[in-house]
């Protein structure tokens, strides 16, 4: 039995929820009636459009909140809207990430580090997740199991690194691992049913792995609908010691 049906009226957050994985998990969770209400963010309105007529089709089920990852106020801010209306939460999936924007590229070589993007690369992929760590704290501290899961790369695990340059997004999905490591280790002394993982979810068709998906044969493309189906699996299946670990989409432990 997963902790989802463990629990009555599942109480859901889904960070970066306006396209690509983030939506397909709002999609997917509202057709489960195990789920009573699902939280879902966005950082621009400009781009929330199918999540915000989600929103009006499912009134009541799903509420859509705006927040930038990188400002600690507007977590703050976000997580008190939630409070005001649940006190509890038991599925957290953080799905915010960023590989591209702009100027901003995948470094090939050393010549192409820029002090700049590598803030943003950490700011986004690294910081906020921990930020969330600590606010989110009061939400999961209840008798009843729970899940915080964060959306990593396989790409940033050290161990398994052969091909080397992407040093920002690299560096910066290897400390959101470390940093979701150590609070798992904290969770386990002051939310103890509350599992903290991160997960790789293969290489997904969405805008952020577009322009790299040349390479990538078609058997290891996933639909966003495939993947969310995946790493949905992978979470239903979490065991009392899965805290502090990183998975794979197929359940696989990946090595740090």
């Not at 090939?108 to 700011?123: A, D, G, M």
Request: aromatic share 8%; net charge neutral.
């Amino acid at each position: 039995m997963s902790f989802i049906d463990e629990n009555n009226n599942v109480n859901a957050l889904i960070i970066g929820a306006s396209q690509g994985i983030g939506l397909g998990f709002v999609q997917k969770l509202l057709d489960d009636e195990r789920i009573a209400k699902i939280y879902a963010t966005y950082r621009q309105i400009e781009s929330a459009g199918e999540l915000i007529t989600l929103a009006k089709k499912y009134a009541g089920k799903l509420i859509c909140l705006s927040m930038d990852i990188t400002e600690e106020a507007q977590i703050v801010a976000v997580i008190q809207e939630i409070k005001n209306e649940v006190n509890k939460l038991h599925l957290v999936i953080n799905c915010v990430g960023l590989l591209h924007e702009g100027n901003l590229q995948p470094e090939k070589n050393l010549r192409q580090i820029n002090s700049e993007n590598l803030l943003r690369y950490f700011q986004i992929n690294s910081i906020g997740s921990v930020l969330l760590a600590k606010h989110l704290l009061p939400l999961f501290r209840h008798r009843e199991p729970s899940v915080f899961a964060s959306i990593s790369a396989k790409i940033g695990s050290i161990g398994d690194n052969q091909l080397g340059g992407w040093y920002g997004y690299r560096a910066s999905k290897a400390a959101l691992n470390m940093f979701m490591r150590t609070a798992a280790i904290e969770y386990k002394r002051s939310s103890p049913q509350t599992l903290v993982v991160t997960l790789h979810p293969g290489t997904t068709d969405t805008r952020l792995s577009r322009p790299f998906q040349g390479n990538v044969p078609p058997e290891k493309l996933f639909s966003v609908e495939r993947t969310v189906t995946q790493l949905l699996s992978v979470i239903e299946q979490l065991q009392e010691g899965d805290s502090g670990q990183f998975f794979s989409w197929d359940g696989s432990k990946l090595p740090w």
